[in-house]
């Protein structure tokens, strides 16, 4: 034992240097891992782990209607009947528009408004922008507490006024902290106002987005009482939610993301595995002869094999523990770059179980990876000391290697079931992962033999090159694979940006409007349109719309007690703005049915296709609509497409006229002209003091923000992407070393023959250019195909073909590989032939 | 006592077998020191090696101190050459990532031997390197790196003391000073030393001569001068 600890220790002092792409390898995987997850893990503490202060009650009720007299008696019944309410209070939440009461101030902006009542807020903190808690006093008299964005985008600060519908509020304070968070996509800024002013600002009167809330802080746990409540309420359009049910629904997404993340760690990790088990193999090549004297001098196979063990242990340990520094590095670096994206609480430090769990990670991978080139130990005679021979022995395939083989893919399989979460998961990333390595590799086989034959190369440089390549031992197939991994990755996600972010290109969607108008009475049309054109030479088009909402199916009502379609209470249990027209929408195809033509008694609706299927809704079928507490059924008479890329109003439900031009309904106007900015303000400003209770959409502003959204989610895969890149070219690195004794004996040969130092550097140029190439093209083609599927079948947007991608990634994967190949080879070029050909 | 019967080695050249050694017999007594000739590919390091267990005969048998060297496992052999053999080699062999001084502590490490370092020293002294146990093989002449084998191959204090052509890639001071400090270390311990060499001079101060040829035996002789009798 002391043997194989001492010569261990002596062993990785003299071999460090050549295990570091080892230590990296590992480094850089555990280290992606554990920032990946650590960072999802703090974002679900910053967000997630406290349900309760995210909706800062135990309970809510919320509707997006009066709560009814009705309703009010149900729900007293059942609080009074469980006597665990503690305490409760009421907001109503809409968007509006907001202006500055000073004339001189052109300004308006949409903003998120709420009127809440005391006591405020029942769970969590409200904290103002001093640090001081949030005094009710405030909102006193038409007070108003806002987000500190509002008074840069209206250019308004403290103690000014500003007119929100038809009532005019004082700004009192900024709040620095808002209970219930701030994450999430959000249109507007919150602005905080006193629940019975909402009346007076006319806001509930005519806003079609309002939204009543009821929370209710409770004394024991809530599950009851929410199960009492929804049976009371059934049939009507009040939710019940417990904070219960949102923190499961929340930490369900986190961890799903959590372990999709670490999967993407996983994949580094096992590349920078596939680097490892270059560095093993060259190690053993490297250590033959040590391996064959220590033999020689009576150490067995499996002393040594205890030996090199030891060493990718403890090189695999503390490579793990870097890996850790290297990730809390990566944390740091996510705070400086993206924290404006991040929830402000949001810790950065790794998490110690994560840590602990990296680097239990890289010690496995080391050993997984180097335990069959280590095994090559035992197949080392003795006997090549006295007559060099090749290594055939060390090819030789036995069942003790496929045995190991066969070990090391069930413990890498174990590996990704653990980091997965799930084994079903985990099986299809390791799969996934040989199938695209296959492939990756097959393409690399095909490019590499269509070189071979080629043999069109007139240069010397060049057909060496190409030789080079295909020299016995080479590791070009792997390092296309590796480095081609790593571009298309990233060449993919490039590819993608590039085309979602056309998507949302003004200049492309000619019907996409500038400016849309919502909540507009019918007395306030006409006039409303008529402003607009004397403004801006455009006649608005306008379209009546009716909230309502679904409540029956062919006669059965949406059970929203069962989970599932709880789940899908978003898309389906909304109320939807539906609108009548005797025409189809020019964006829009019936797709099943026939659109209407002719009169027809019966109520008819037509319904977009992929709600119909969320809804499971064939043509015949009817839908009950509660409508105002009035029940509208319809019947399917078709369902349409309507394509988004060219598109001025997007209607799920359309009805055949003649059905709803009686019930509660208000006017969305859209106009299409692209209006400088300054114009666009003026025109907002004068219509919301003509009519304070519209609301009007800046389009470009929210395409400003899905832009900002769509950029970060860019950036943070780039940034992911980019460690799979370098753990391509530490792969790259370690193929080097591998075949760096046989490349410095072919430069002593090709020197003695006569070869100048030019001529050899002209020959490395070339033949990392080549690889570098080829890696490109393998890595952008595959992008290509990827960025056009996910394209084409998942995101449904148009794709285009970007050629300053493929070509700039082509070009820059060339580049990346002609620095390192060269940089790692370039002492080669310096060696002196004769003690290379004598040490042979 | 080493006894050789009826050794033969065939390897594969190609498509046909080449006979490297051919049915050798003879028997080299404890303590003896043997020098073995003949031309380059004559068979000597292969012989050497098989002697060594470093390689295994294709028919034949070696037996040390009535042991059958040719039947034991690779790892009995291991613990034979551990206890038994010593080597010395052409091109030295000494491991690149070891002191001159960790060089010669490994056999005795290999082999549990407690206080090897201050054995390792006195090694060192013998062969006149006290200054350069430091020092990595690179950093030494190829004298010098000769002698940490030799004092290597002595760690152990092995009966047996095999080495292939020990001063060929000497020049002939450095490997006169090789050659003195081995017979001297053969008489001191009295080991038996089985010596390769194409150099006749060499070989002439062996007790015994023996040649071979296309792998046979074709001389197997006392030295007159230090032989005392077969």
Redesign the interface.
């Known amino acids: 034992m002391n043997f194989i600890f001492s010569l261990t220790r002596r062993e990785i002092r003299s071999s460090w240097r050549r295990l570091l792409f080892f230590f990296l390898c590992i480094a850089l995987g555990v280290g992606s891992i554990v920032a990946l997850r650590s960072l999802i893990q703090n974002l679900t503490r910053a967000v997630g782990t406290d349900a309760r202060a995210l909706l800062t009650a135990d309970i809510e009720l919320n509707s997006t209607a009066d709560f009814s007299p009705t309703e009010i008696s149900k729900i007293e019944e059942v609080i009074s009947r469980l006597d665990i309410v503690e305490d409760r209070n009421e907001s109503i939440t809409t968007s509006a528009m907001a202006s500055p009461a000073d004339p001189a101030n052109p300004n308006t902006r949409l903003v998120e408004l709420k009127g809440i009542e005391p006591p405020f807020p029942l769970v969590g903190e409200f904290l103002m922008e001093d640090g001081a808690p949030f005094d009710f006093r405030l909102l006193k008299d038409h007070g108003a507490v806002v987000a500190k964005i509002l008074l840069e985008d209206l250019k308004v600060g403290v103690g000014d006024r500003i007119r929100i519908g038809e009532a005019e509020f004082q700004i009192r304070g900024i709040f620095e902290q808002e209970p219930g968070g701030s994450s999430g996509f959000r249109l507007g800024a919150r602005v905080f106002v006193e629940k019975s002013a909402f009346d007076t600002a006319g806001i509930t009167r005519n806003s079609s987005r309002v939204r009543r809330v009821i929370l209710y802080r409770t004394s024991e746990n809530p599950t009851e009482l929410v199960r009492q409540l929804r049976e009371a309420l059934q049939g009507t359009t009040v939710r019940v939610r417990s904070y219960r049910e949102t923190q499961e629904n929340i930490g369900e997404q986190f961890t799903r993301t959590e372990n999709y993340l670490a999967l993407t760690g996983l994949l580094i990790l096992v590349l920078g595995g596939v680097g490892v088990w270059n560095v093993a193999r060259a190690f053993v090549e490297q250590k033959r002869k040590s391996v064959a004297v220590l033999k020689c001098l009576g150490a067995g196979g499996t002393r040594i094999i205890s030996v090199y063990l030891l060493q990718i242990l403890t090189l695999g340990l503390v490579g793990s523990i870097f890996g850790v520094f290297l990730a809390q590095s990566g944390l740091l670096f996510v705070r400086w770059r993206f924290i404006e994206a991040l929830p402000e609480k949001m810790s950065y430090a790794v998490g110690g179980w994560t840590a602990m769990q990296g680097v239990l990670l890289g010690v496995a991978i080391s050993i997984i990876f180097s335990a069959l080139p280590l095994l090559q130990v035992r197949n080392i005679k003795p006997r090549l000391l006295l007559r060099d021979e090749n290594n055939a022995s060390l090819r030789r395939l036995d069942p003790a290697k496929w045995l190991l083989g066969l070990v090391s893919v069930l413990a890498l399989l174990g590996l990704a079931v653990w980091q997965a979460g799930s084994m079903i998961v985990g099986v299809f990333f390791l799969v996934g992962l040989a199938a695209t390595a296959g492939v990756l590799y097959l393409a690399a086989l095909l490019l590499t033999s269509i070189l071979k034959r080629l043999k069109i190369f007139a240069s010397f440089s060049l057909r060496q090159a190409v030789n080079s390549l295909h020299r016995p031992g080479n590791q070009t197939r792997i390092i296309l694979l590796a480095v081609g991994l790593g571009a298309f990755v990233v060449l993919a996600v490039h590819s993608l940006q590039a085309n979602l972010v056309r998507e949302f290109d003004f200049t492309l969607n000619q019907r996409l409007p500038s400016l849309f108008f919502i909540d507009i009475q019918k007395s306030q049309i006409d006039e409303l349109v008529r402003i607009i054109e004397a403004r801006i030479g455009e006649k608005a088009e306008t379209t009546p719309t009716v909230r309502a909402r679904i409540s029956h199916i062919n006669g059965e009502a949406i059970d929203f007690q069962q989970r599932e379609v709880r789940e899908q209470r978003g898309q389906i249990g909304r109320e939807f703005s539906v609108t009548y027209r005797p025409k189809l929408d020019l964006n829009e195809t019936v797709v099943a049915g026939k659109w209407w033509e002719t009169d027809s008694d019966v109520p008819q609706v037509s319904v977009e296709d992929e709600m119909a299927t969320r809804l499971k809704v064939d043509v015949g079928d009817s839908i009950t609509f509660d409508i105002s507490g009035r029940k509208v059924t319809a019947q399917v008479a078709n369902l349409r497409k309507i394509d988004l890329r060219n598109t001025r109003t997007a209607f799920i439900f359309v009805f055949r006229p003649g059905v709803l031009e009686n019930a509660p309904q208000s006017f969305a106007a859209t106009v299409l002209n692209r209006v400088p900015p300054t114009e666009r303000q003026r025109l907002q400003r004068e219509l919301l003091n003509i009519f304070p209770n519209i609301q009007i959409f800046d389009v470009a502003d929210i395409v400003a923000t899905v832009q900002r959204l769509v950029n970060n989610f860019v950036l943070a895969i780039s940034f992911v992407g980019s460690f799979v890149i370098l753990s391509g070219i530490l792969i790259l690195i370690g193929s080097i070393a591998l075949t760096k004794s046989q490349r410095i004996y072919e430069n002593a040969i090709l020197k003695t023959l006569g070869a100048r130092r030019s001529t050899l550097a002209a020959i490395l140029l070339a033949e990392y250019g080549l690889l570098g190439f080829l890696a490109g093209v393998i890595g952008a083609g595959f992008a290509v195909l990827l960025s056009w599927s996910v394209s084409r079948f998942i995101m449904n947007i148009r794709w285009e073909f970007d050629p300053a991608i493929t070509i700039g990634g082509i070009a820059a994967t060339s580049l990346i590989v002609v620095l390192v190949g060269c940089l790692a080879s370039f002492d080669v070029l310096f060696r002196k032939p004769l003690g290379t050909l004598r040490s042979q | 006592m080493i006894s050789l019967q009826n050794l033969t080695k065939t390897v594969r050249s190609g498509t046909e077998d080449l006979t490297i050694l051919d049915d050798v017999t003879f028997e080299i007594p404890d303590g003896q020191f043997v020098a073995l000739t003949g031309a380059s590919g004559s068979g000597k390091?292969?012989l050497?090696?098989l002697i060594?267990g470093?390689?295994s005969p294709s028919s034949g048998t070696i037996t040390i101190d009535g042991e059958e060297v040719t039947a034991m496992s690779?790892?009995d052999l291991?613990?034979?050459?551990?206890?038994k053999i010593g080597?010395v080699?052409q091109s030295f062999?000494?491991?690149?990532?070891?002191t001159a001084f960790?060089n010669i502590l490994?056999?005795m490490?290999?082999?549990?031997i407690r206080d090897a370092a201050d054995r390792a020293e006195m090694l060192l002294a013998d062969v006149g390197l006290v200054n350069r146990g430091h020092h990595?093989p690179t950093e030494l002449s190829g004298g010098e790196q000769q002698r940490v084998a030799i004092a290597?191959a002595f760690a152990?204090q092995p009966r047996i003391l095999l080495a292939?052509e020990p001063t060929g890639n000497l020049d002939s001071r450095n490997g006169k000073h090789i050659l003195e400090l081995m017979t001297a270390m053969h008489s001191a311990r009295s080991v038996t030393l089985v010596l390769v060499t194409h150099d006749g001079e060499l070989a002439s101060q062996a007790q015994r001569s023996i040649v071979l040829r296309d792998g046979l035996v074709i001389t197997d002789e006392m030295n007159l001068v230090n032989g005392t009798g077969k």
């Open positions: 390091s292969t050497l090696g060594a470093l390689d690779e790892d291991a613990g034979l050459r551990s206890e080597f080699f062999h000494l491991i690149p990532s070891l960790e490994i056999p490490e290999i082999r549990g990595y290597r152990n292939d």
